[in-house]
């Protein structure tokens, strides 16, 4: 119970963290190896904005929700404009040029942020009990057992991801924009013959995506702490979630990052976070062999 | 009304085109034919701002549009129905008409209107593109390019594997543009759609625009269709 708790704010999290590198890829067919940085520097720039902001730590943190994605979005989009595009989005490059980009974003935070891991207060946190039931003297009785307890804070994570998720999605079955990313991304060309200036909405949806990761870096960090290395599980973990759902399918990369979280969640809590690892791993070569484009990914990338 | 002037163009380096002329004036069908491969895709790709210009000139209404970045070339009233409809496939038809009415921001009758021309799609609206048939996707290509109420509208083999009476309801609407008085430049392979419908007919050769000449002059000399298209 507790572990399918914890779990699912693993879930949570990573599911906002794998849409935005979906989202890049989907659209742009990019591999965004930077991914995780741009998650780390939510975390770092969340941080910053809650303890130069007194008072409350909800104002704090409430301004962090607004600032961080948005800073990054807005990084991430330059970052688009001034060296993706220049090497024309070739899928080889676009890699080489992510992973400078993720030492490049790493080491600048190592030199301003340092090496510390540093916490940021939640806005709320009420201790919960939770209520268990059991088959006891008369009848199916309800308790509340000493030490099942989560936080107010952990349900409001989930929460805010699930309605983060919906407005993805609201975003790109229900609006222009969401209907101009769509076409872009299955006739770059066509698209292009139509009016659609394809390379402001790459920039947009690098934005968007490094922005999501962003704001899964906010939630979590009243929960871990921001620390400038903090970007490489979630990348790893963002890529199983990738593969497993289907590059580029909001719907699978959701369920794959439900089905990883809470496992990583369960196993972490009863064996061991390594061992979770390596189950989400051998998941991944596993689909790799017998499906390749995914659980429920719709074609081949 | 669309001029081309010596335009150069290719894939990398990989020159296709060399020294291309031509022009259509409003209420014109121009044909393009050749060979496979000889460059009439290229051509057309080029035209829409897809394909880099190494050099030359491409204006419509004497508006430069050859060096326009790909999205601008478009909202100058260019429609385009390319080669193998390349619709966009897992959107619905009325997301596809969408796309089209957004290029220039066309007004609902023009929607209207396209609807009126091909009354299918309009029984169809929320199926998706792949899921029509040969046809309704040729259909659907040209009225995605009709949205935008072009000025020029060119079309790359629309009669491409089509049986007979679609290839009639796709010519019906090309001479009704034309009729309207809008510049049509026509890629076709079968010789006598070309007779029937053309004002001039271009025959490209291995890159290069060989030859413009009038149907009448086709219809009598077998020597130009054996030399260009070697039937
Ligand atoms: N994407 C590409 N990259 C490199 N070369 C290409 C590309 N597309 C076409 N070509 C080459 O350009 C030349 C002209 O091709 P194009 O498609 O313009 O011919 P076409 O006249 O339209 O032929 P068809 O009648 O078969 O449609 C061919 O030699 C072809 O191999
Ligand atoms: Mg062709």
Redesign the interface.
Known sequence: MLAALEGAVTAAVLALTAIGLSLVFGVMRVVNVAHGEFYMLGAVIAWSVATSLGGHPAIGFAAALVIAPVVVGLLAAAADMTILKRINYDPERTIVATIGLLYIIQQVTLMTYGPEARPVEPPFNHRLALPWVEWGEQGLALYWPWGLSTTSYKLAVIGAAIVVLLGVWVMMTRT?IG??M??TQ??R??????????ERVYAIVFGIGAGLAALGAVLIVPIQQAYYLMGADPLLLSFIVVIIGGLGSLPGTVLAALLIGMSDGIISVFFSPTLAKILATLLVALVLVFRPQGLFGTRAA | MLRVEAINSGYGNAQVLRDVSLDVAAGEILCLMGRNGAGKTTAM?TI???LPLMSGRITLDGQDVGRL???????AGIG?I?QGR??????TVA?NL???L???KSGPHVRTRVLELFPRLSERLNQRAETLSGGEQQMLATA?ALC?EPKVLILDEPTEGLQPSMIEAIRDVVVRLRNEGVAILLVEQRVDAVLALADRVAFLENGILAETVTPERMRTDAALLKRYLGV
């Open positions: 222009k209907l101009i769509r076409a299955l006739d060309d066509m698209a292009q013959a139509f009016g659609i200036p394809v | 790709k829409m701002g897809l970045p790909a999205h601008e070339v478009a909202r385009y390319p390349r619709l966009f496939t897992e959107l997301q969408e796309i089209g957004m290029t220039r995605r935008i």
